[in-house]
């Protein structure tokens, strides 16, 4: 699953919690809706991936990472993301060739197979949708949220319009925000943070 924050704008924030358990990231990688143009000569809005990926992270089972298993991830990201790349899309699920270069890869990298591979980015990005990008830190998913959402409506180069749409994404993600199950996971992910911020780009 890609998802998914930009380090100066929500990087976090959709990183980790856009990762859906049945065909990882897939139908939030591909299925998502193309953000609308935004009108010429005026800037573009901020983007929310939190909003995005606070709605799918509800349904992320998670478990406690270690430093082995996050090494493992950003081994394994670029050939896995280039298999899920070639996929058309609307997929929401790979076809039984594709899955099983997913779990040929994964294997490949110590993984079990991509299921747990998927399993372990999710977890990673609910983390990740909790540390500052400005500060490195770990405050929590709705701290991130509510900093994004005073930096937006501070911004005035930003049209009204857009502004309230990147407010109201942002004020739909608070509540769907999910509690963190293994606080440990924050020290394994903190540490690696660079790489994985590397690994997992946001735009």
């Given at each position: ?26 139908a ?32 992320v ?78 405050i ?53 943070y ?10």
């Amino acid at each position: 699953m890609r998802a998914t924050l930009s380090p100066a704008l929500l990087a976090p924030v959709l990183l980790g919690l856009g990762l859906a358990l049945a065909a990882p990231g897939l139908a939030a990688a591909q299925s998502a809706p193309a953000a609308s143009p935004a009108a010429p000569g005026s800037p573009a809005a901020p983007q929310t991936p939190a909003a995005d990926a606070a709605a799918d992270a509800a349904g992320v089972q998670q478990m406690a990472l270690t430093p082995a298993l996050v090494d493992q991830f950003v081994a394994a990201n670029k050939e896995v993301n280039a298999i899920l790349d070639k996929l058309p899309d609307g997929t929401d699920q790979p076809d039984p060739a594709t899955l099983a270069k997913l779990d040929a890869t994964a294997q490949k990298y110590k993984f079990a197979d991509y299921k747990q591979y998927d399993a372990v980015e999710s977890n990673i990005g609910i983390v990740m949708a909790g540390i500052d990008p400005q500060t490195k830190q770990y405050i929590g998913p709705d701290a991130v949220i509510k900093k994004q959402i005073a930096q937006v409506e501070a911004d005035k180069q930003i049209s009204a319009k857009d502004k309230k749409d990147t407010v109201d994404q942002l004020n739909a993600a608070l509540p769907t925000v999910p509690k963190l199950q293994y606080p440990g996971n924050v020290d394994v992910v903190v540490k690696s943070y660079d790489k994985l911020n590397e690994t997992m780009p946001q735009d």
